[in-house]
């Protein structure tokens, strides 16, 4: 880390986590910070989806919410950036305070519970940027006390569908009572396959991922994998926060309800990419997150099976010349070891990681 990241990290920890984000969400949008130069490798181009990934990593959804900063997390040296999660109608969240810094452990809690400005709020910025180059996924979910949590996926579908270069499905949240059921293999059924209609019958079919959990037992992953082979998902990012705590160090904080995201969670969660890889076959996309604060984490995510990978929690602590380090690291990487092309790193851990135990 920089000493500059280093002084913009200690005013930030000044604040409290909620407010800290928004300090950084409006100097993003201010054209502050700037980035490193943008390494460019054509060793790192991936294509996934029809899509032509400058490099294999991406922001996660959570940090820009509401659609406000696409284009700056790609100035930051991202190959892509998804937004969200974003609801049909506009919601407060869950109670503050509800983001907890683990700091001895490098790892946050959170139960935000969807808080975002709505469909309409996020259109209207989405809208304005197309045209621009540049990856944007768009991550869709329910409101909390809505009728029809499947209905608000399908509105979000048409809504997003001509401005996201992919849409993801999120039931994976903790944070939204009942809603990581959706992963139960009938009600994922409908939902997806009402999703897909969806997306046929909006006037742009962008591909459709699935965001899983990473607190799944395999009989789970398998019906999972059975559903999205079956309803022709296009991909699965693998995984959102876990609601179980690992060895922690960070007292207090690490006993706050929510979902936990970090370094603690790379485990666990590169165990559930590989099963899932083992599941789908190598064909379909998969997309690694949890615990990517590397290059080192970033390749070995890809080694496991992951076609892409995304980052957030890390950024809190090493700043937003992360991406930026990790990219050209992967460069490096790709020179040293002589690689044609980064993906020739896919599944080389495969077995490895998905003979591990998921306790």
Known sequence: MSVLDRLGQKLLFTFDPETAHGMSIAALRCGLPVGARTTRDARLKVTVCGLDFPNPLGMAAGYDKNAEVPDALLGLGFGFAEVGTITPLPQAGNPKPRIFRLTADEAVINRLGFNNEGHAAAEKRLAARKGRSGIVGVNIGANKDSADRIGDYERGVARFAPYASYLTVNISSPNTPGLRNMQAREQLGELLSRVMAARAAATAQPPVLLKIAPDLVEAELEDIAAEVTEKQIDGVIVSNTTISRPALRSGDAARETGGLS????????????????????????????????????????????ADLVQLYTSMIYAGPALPGRIVAGMARFAETERLRSIRELRDGHLDQWASKPLS
């Open 262 to 305: 970090g370094r603690p969670l790379f485990e666990r969660s590169t165990i559930v990419l590989a099963r899932m890889r083992k599941l789908l076959g190598p064909e379909l996309a998969i997309i690694g997150v949890g615990g990517v604060d590397s290059t080192d984490a970033a390749l070995e995510k890809i080694r496991a099976g």
